[in-house]
């Protein structure tokens, strides 16, 4: 075994040694940089894709898939975060931001050759923005106050809102903001798992399927619409791209390493280590939303109590988490949002680890340390329950060291996996679980009221969300901050609003923030131009195979 | 010859009742869970929907129509041969189906062949092998398999005949490739039970006074086992076959999902988790009706391979 080894290395360094003297001897420097045309990237996802109803994009496989194969109104710079043109050309907002009008590029066809016109476009948004019963499409979380389109021209669209919608410039950026033709917009929204129907505009067209295992894209060779402002113009420079489903983490990442795959979704960070030491590339591009965080859910009689959220905030040790379970491709959280979101302002001195200060906390809000190592009062124990969340990484480590350290001073958390539909339900259930994961991506302020808004994502189950088990809690100023957010036109004042919210937030410990989440991925080294765009998401249209 | 085909019809219609009982009980079941694929899927916050959205998504699924109503519909569909959508997948149930139920039974199918050789194989080993400690060896090899997590084991073979070894790849490998290392890591832990009976059986047919016989006769050890021995212990062997193909799907769920195969088993394992509720009774119903029509076809077999039971039924007529 141990003369195996010693060979095994030995040859390596010959190898690599001889590698070095003929690539410096053939090619002149940077030759190896000159994009090439051709072959299938191999894509290894975790997951497979759900139903592909573009607003339902927000689902890491599903954003990997509609990233390639459907286009947007307009493309957010994820180096700047600025709305640049794509297939609208340009656009006019009127000052109060309830109209908008997009002047269309000319001659952009969806891949069934229909054409990517106004009255497309406005079919489009009318889906998103209202949803539709019949066809059971739900409305698009990233669009607010939509109230109607109009086509103005043949290649110019206006769409009206209710109420000032400034989120709605960059929400036409989005992953869930692909636009789809006509006949796709036709089928039900329960018909969308099959990825062949989702028929777009984009670089790539999706060309076979084997449901749940395998997807299969092919370029589009007469794709001459991406971006404007982007380097890269024309066709995709891969011919193809094949997704493989491969869930057990050590496959993927084995395969990576084997050469069977080019480009693997979710490696996690434990792994990470070893594939950069075999000269493989981490990429881990932020969300930029809202944090990997802790929330309370304060309708729960244990979490009512501000010092007791305080207590728990300050008992929390993000940089233990960060060091213990992630990389320094987790950067640890210093507010509520990430450092590279829209409007984020430097919160790190609310969010202290203290054990000496939570333990005071608790002390004056009446909970005594008992005779079990727990605190208690009026006879009840402080126990607390939270599910793991599935989609997020390393979540489960990740809430079973906060309970470690909040045993420290007295308290319990119990994390439960449970089946899907049980976490669903038992989630909306304040009295249940009084603690819960919780996470969001968008580069938008608008984010901000996606989490916390009782009629959206409602994470701190206020009265009058989707969970009919709150009895009383709502906070008014928090919604009032949030409603400000979503329609203030003017974009100064929506920053500022933007840094309130998070005062308020943090300030009411409502919620622990953790670290900036990222989305993962490892790549070959041959594999060239992978771009992300704003949260995340793959975008393949200017990668290329370089040759080994 | 009228008794042949009444005792036909009472069969068939005793399979057909069995359905509709399955059919019922686990529509009944599903309906009894705390929540529903519509609500699990739309209740999620992820998709930011309010109650009232929420409210009529799920009416306009019929959801919300009193439920034997909904067991009428169903029923309905189900008789005409429409399974309905995953609502978690978003596709037809019956194109899941169609995409998933052929690589389990492959995958099964194949697994059990190899168990059974592999047991075969085991047990002959441990009866020829010529030493005592080599005997004990081999006869501990059952409980050793059953021991090995399959999850494990799948893990290992891949990293050392595809990762290492680079045999096999794991990563769209072709249609036979596929399955070489699935089967493996699924027919270790069938195996061992089935080698552990035959064992037994084995000793225990060693012991019958016809062997003696036979050995008196002059026949070598080898000759008597392939012979004599093999027929009589293989045949309770196979009775506890077809209670470890249960088994076999069971640790489909496991092998599927580490090759990443799509099958039965990881679809069934997704359908529960997500309740989703359509595909879960599809699942039901078609297994019921395997198991149903394997039970009748051998019942109506019956009375053709013994002819005295249609006998004893015409004079009970």
Redesign the interface.
């Known amino acids: 075994m141990k003369g195996f080894q010693g060979f095994a290395a030995g040859r390596g360094v010959v190898f690599a040694a001889a590698g070095a003297l003929t690539l410096a001897a053939v090619f002149p420097a940077g030759a190896q940089d000159k994009p090439v045309q051709g072959g299938t990237l191999?894509y290894?996802e975790q997951q497979?894709h759900?139903?592909?109803?573009p607003p339902?994009g927000?689902?890491y496989p599903n954003g990997g898939v509609l990233n390639q194969i459907t286009d947007k109104l307009t493309y957010q710079n994820p180096q700047t975060l600025e709305i640049e043109p794509w297939i609208a050309k340009s656009w006019t907002i009127n000052p109060d931001a309830t109209e908008y009008i997009f002047e269309l590029r000319e001659g952009v066809t969806f891949s069934d050759g229909t054409p990517l016109d106004a009255a497309a476009v406005a079919k489009n948004y009318d889906i998103f923005g209202l949803?539709n019963?019949?066809l059971?499409y739900?409305?698009s979380?990233v669009i607010n106050n939509y109230s109607r389109s109009e086509v103005l021209g043949p290649l110019t669209v206006k769409f009206t809102f209710s109420k000032p919608s400034p989120g709605f410039l960059q929400g036409t950026s989005v992953i869930g903001s692909g636009l789809v033709s006509l006949k796709t917009l036709e089928l039900?929204?329960?018909?969308?798992?099959?990825a062949t129907k989702i028929i777009g505009s984009g670089p790539f067209v999706v060309a076979s399927e084997?449901?749940?295992?395998?997807l299969v894209l092919a370029a589009r060779k007469d794709y001459k619409w991406g971006p404007a402002k982007l380097a890269h113009q024309g066709r995709a420079l891969l011919d193809g791209i094949?997704y493989?489903?491969?869930?057990?983490d050590?496959?993927r990442i084995?395969?990576l390493?084997?050469g069977?795959?080019h480009v693997i979704r979710q490696i996690q960070a434990y792994d990470e280590k070893q594939v950069k030491g075999d000269g493989f590339q981490i990429y881990a591009p932020s969300t930029r939303g809202i944090n990997n965080s802790i929330v309370f859910r304060p309708d729960n009689p244990l979490v009512a109590d501000l010092r007791v959220r305080k207590a728990l905030l300050h008992a929390t040790n993000s940089k233990e988490i960060v060091e213990t379970l992630f990389s320094e491709n987790y950067p640890r959280a210093t507010s509520i949002i990430a450092a590279t979101a829209a409007g984020y302002i430097d919160l790190s001195d609310k969010l202290g680890f203290d054990r000496g200060k939570a333990e005071a906390l608790l002390d004056e809000a009446g909970w005594k340390l008992g005779s079990r190592g727990l605190r208690q009062k009026d006879g009840r124990d402080l126990i607390l329950t939270a599910f793991e969340s599935l989609p997020q990484p390393q979540n489960k480590e990740t809430l079973q060291l906060v309970a470690q350290q909040w045993q420290q001073i007295g308290v319990k958390l119990n994390v439960l996996a449970g089946?899907?539909?049980?976490r669903?339900?038992d989630n909306?259930d304040p009295q249940k679980t009084p603690v819960s994961p919780g996470m969001?991506g968008r580069a938008d302020p608008d984010v901000i009221k996606?989490q916390f808004y009782p009629?959206?994502?409602?994470?701190l189950l206020q009265k009058g969300?989707?969970s009919?088990k709150v009895k009383e809690f709502v906070d008014p100023k928090l919604n009032d901050l949030l409603d400000a957010i979503s329609a203030e036109p003017d974009a100064k004042r929506r920053l500022a609003l933007t840094g309130e919210v998070q005062l308020y937030v943090l300030d009411q410990a409502y919620v622990i923030p953790i670290f900036e989440e990222p989305q993962a991925f490892a790549a070959a080294p041959n594999i060239k131009g992978i771009a992300f765009e704003a949260v995340g998401r793959p975008s393949f249209y200017a990668t290329w195979i370089a040759k080994k | 010859m009228s008794s042949v085909s009444s005792y036909a019809l009472r069969r068939t219609g005793q399979a057909l009742l069995v359905l509709a009982a399955a059919f019922t009980a686990s529509f009944l079941l599903l309906q009894a869970?705390?929540?529903d694929a519509i609500?699990?899927k739309?209740?999620?916050?992820?998709?930011?929907?309010?109650?009232t959205?929420?409210a009529?998504?799920h009416a306009?699924?019929g959801a919300d129509q009193p439920i034997l109503q909904q067991y009428l519909h169903t029923l309905g569909n189900f008789l005409t041969g429409q399974f309905g959508?995953?609502?978690?997948?978003?596709?037809?149930v019956s194109?899941?189906l169609a995409?998933?139920l052929p690589p389990t039974l492959k995958l099964a199918s194949l697994s059990f062949l190899a168990a059974a050789l592999l047991a075969v194989l085991l047990a002959f080993l441990s009866n020829l092998a010529g030493f005592a400690w080599l005997r004990a060896l081999i006869q501990s090899v059952p409980a050793l398999f059953i021991s090995i997590p399959t999850f494990w084991l799948g893990?290992m073979l891949?990293?050392l005949f595809?990762?290492q070894l680079?045999l096999v790849?794991?990563?769209?490998p072709g249609p036979w490739e596929r399955l070489i290392l699935p089967v493996a890591t699924l027919a270790v832990p069938i195996s061992a039970p089935l080698a552990q009976i035959l064992m037994r059986n084995i000793d225990e047919v060693l012991t019958q006074p016809f062997i003696a016989v036979a050995r008196a006769k002059g026949a070598s050890h080898l000759y008597i086992l392939w012979h004599h021995v093999a027929r009589n212990a293989v045949l309770p062997t196979l009775t506890i076959a077809g209670v470890l193909f249960g088994e076999l799907l069971a640790g489909a769920v496991v092998t599927e999902?580490?090759?990443?195969?799509?099958g039965l088993g990881?679809?069934t394992y997704q359908a529960?988790?997500?309740?989703d509720t359509a595909v879960l009774q599809a699942i039901v119903v078609i297994s019921a009706a395997a198991f149903v029509a394997i039970n009748l076809i051998v019942d109506l077999l019956y009375p053709v391979l013994d002819p005295r039971l249609g006998r004893g039924l015409g004079a009970s007529a």
């Open positions: 191999v290894l497979a759900t139903t592909l109803y339902a927000g689902f949803g019963r019949e059971k739900p409305v979380e039900a929204f329960d018909q969308l798992g099959d084997v449901l749940g295992r395998e094949k493989v489903v491969t869930p057990e050590s496959v084995g395969a390493v084997a069977q795959g089946d899907a539909g049980t669903v339900i909306l969001v996606s009629t959206n994502r409602n994470v969300g989707t009919t | 869970l705390p929540a609500l699990i739309f209740m999620d916050p992820e998709m930011g929907l309010s109650p959205q929420i009529e998504i306009s699924y959508y995953s609502i978690q997948a978003g596709v037809p194109d899941s995409a998933n893990i891949i990293q595809s990762f680079k790849p794991v990563i769209s999902a580490v090759f990443g195969l799509g990881n679809l529960v988790s997500t309740q």
